[in-house]
């Protein structure tokens, strides 16, 4: 297990489904329109007219505490690092064969050039430890948060929230 967690908290109370995290996630990494999304919005439906509810999630990999993807890839191209327990994808020994999807219940791993690609929590730009990742930076509305998980799950609490639930124990709570 690693020394500490890093997740998100999603603070669907505050998300619009701008798009701005989707958007900038795209851009900083450069990744064409039409092809993978690293952070996707998903919306929920509820109620009957005329007490009609709507809410908006911000969701990207989990991070999880036991992902599936890692204790699945034939390569070891997936792995969990020991220092922050961001799940992480070395592109240079992934071989594209998608097994890593089969042990993502959430269906995070996308392809882009015949390689996994998913959230690494902005490890390739943030420029010193307690940076933010883009997405976070960017949300308008305040609705995404990163960190220790301890902290993160203090902030969902005070909404009411909880860590989402899953076999591999995602590393992000949800308010």
Same mark, same amino acid.
């Given at each position: 297990?690693?020394?500490?967690?890093?997740?998100?908290?999603?603070?669907?109370?505050?998300?619009?489904?701008?798009?701005?995290?989707? %958007?900038? #996630? @795209?851009?900083?990494?450069?990744?064409?329109?039409?092809? $993978?999304?690293?952070?996707?919005?998903?919306?929920? !439906?509820?109620?009957?007219?005329?007490?009609?509810?709507?809410?908006?999630?911000?969701?990207?990999?989990?991070?999880?505490?036991?992902?599936?993807?890692?204790?699945?890839?034939?390569?070891?191209?997936?792995?969990?690092?020991?220092?922050?327990?961001?799940?992480?994808?070395?592109?240079?020994?992934? %071989?594209? #064969? @998608?097994?890593?999807?089969?042990?993502?219940?959430?269906? $995070?791993?996308?392809?882009?050039?015949?390689?996994? !690609?998913?959230?690494?929590?902005?490890?390739?730009?943030?420029?010193?430890?307690?940076?933010?990742?883009?997405?976070?930076?960017?949300?308008?509305?305040?609705?995404?948060?990163?960190?220790?998980?301890?902290?993160?799950?203090?902030?969902?609490?005070?909404?009411?929230?909880?860590?989402?639930?899953?076999?591999?124990?995602?590393?992000?709570?949800?308010?």
């Amino acid at each position: 297990m690693a020394t500490k967690q890093l997740g998100f908290y999603v603070d669907t109370t505050r998300c619009i489904k701008c798009w701005a995290c989707v %958007i900038t #996630c @795209k851009q900083w990494h450069d990744i064409k329109a039409g092809t $993978v999304s690293r952070r996707n919005v998903e919306e929920e !439906n509820g109620g009957s007219f005329p007490n009609v509810t709507r809410k908006f999630t911000s969701l990207s990999c989990m991070h999880c505490e036991n992902p599936g993807c890692v204790a699945v890839c034939p390569t070891g191209a997936v792995s969990k690092r020991e220092e922050d327990g961001l799940v992480v994808v070395d592109q240079g020994v992934c %071989i594209g #064969c @998608k097994t890593c999807a089969s042990g993502c219940p959430f269906g $995070v791993p996308q392809y882009l050039d015949m390689k996994m !690609n998913k959230c690494d929590a902005c490890l390739t730009l943030r420029e010193a430890e307690g940076d933010l990742p883009r997405c976070v930076i960017t949300c308008p509305c305040q609705a995404l948060h990163f960190g220790e998980l301890e902290e993160m799950g203090r902030l969902a609490a005070e909404k009411g929230g909880k860590l989402m639930e899953g076999s591999t124990k995602p590393s992000v709570y949800i308010a």
